[in-house]
T-cell receptor
Framework: SQQGEEDPQALSIQEGENATMNCSYK?????LQWYRQNSGRGLVHLIL?????REKHSGRLRVTLDTSKKSSSLLITASRAADTASYFC????????????FGTGTRLQVTL | DSGVTQTPKHLITATGQRVTLRCSPR?????VYWYQQSLDQGLQFLIH???????AKGNILERFSAQQFPDLHSELNLSSLELGDSALYFC??????????????FGAGTRLSVL
């Protein structure tokens, strides 16, 4: 079973708007990562945030991490139609080294 | 293009059969991971190999096995296939052993359909 959940499960916005996705987890993490998956394709790594970091930016992406609430959020600013995809958070837990535990994903639809 | 190559892209087979999925990691990566993505279970970690040795096991069925060869490519063998094994199977690779800040690069996947 998967650790934690993501919400919303699906999000539909218009181009130019911001999209925010949330991820929760249950056990201590080493880091938390966000991946994007275009329909039925492989996952693409977006950003990694360490457990001792609170915020990280990469281009139009902003990730926050609140370890006290065991939650993270991914913000995509000024969204584009090409951002349409599923977004997954993946937790690398402490003590289980290599394994990434993926959330359930958020399906983002950006319309023109 | 992630640099991780998976073959075949699609595989259609019957229940009870055995198949082999192949993965070539990115140049220089020593770790290979296998994941299964299905509608009901989502993305599940199966197994991790580092430089030919098994390092971690996840929810991998006994009917499934994997290995990593000296040239670092990996194969996932699925036997006595059942309808429920139909899924996308992903391979990922990373440079290190998997500890530390472990960014994994994913292949395009093999879509397995068991009829």
């Amino acid at each position: 079973s998967q650790q934690g959940e993501e919400d919303p499960q699906a999000l539909s916005i218009q181009e130019g708007e911001n999209a925010t996705m949330n991820c929760s987890y249950k056990t201590s993490i080493n880091n938390l990562q966000w991946y994007r998956q275009n329909s039925g394709r492989g996952l693409v790594h977006l950003i990694l945030i360490r457990s001792n970091e609170r915020e990280k930016h990469s281009g139009r992406l902003r990730v926050t991490l609140d370890t006290s609430k065991k939650s993270s959020s991914l913000l995509i600013t000024a969204s584009r139609a090409a951002d349409t995809a599923s977004y997954f958070c993946a937790k690398q837990n402490t003590g289980t080294a290599s394994k990434l535990t993926f959330g359930t994903g958020t399906r983002l639809q950006v319309t023109l | 293009d992630s640099g991780v190559t998976q073959t075949p892209k699609h595989l259609i087979t019957a229940t009870g059969q055995r198949v082999t999925l192949r993965c070539s990691p990115r140049s220089g990566d020593l770790s290979v991971y296998w994941y299964q993505q299905s509608l009901d279970q989502g993305l599940q970690f199966l197994i991790h190999y580092y430089n030919g040795e098994e390092r971690a096991k996840g929810n991998i069925l006994e009917r499934f096995s994997a290995q990593q060869f000296p040239d670092l490519h990996s194969e996932l063998n699925l036997s006595s296939l059942e309808l429920g094994d139909s899924a996308l199977y992903f391979c990922a690779s990373s440079v290190g052993e998997g500890t530390g800040q472990n960014i994994q690069y994913f292949g395009a996947g093999t879509r397995l359909s068991v009829l």
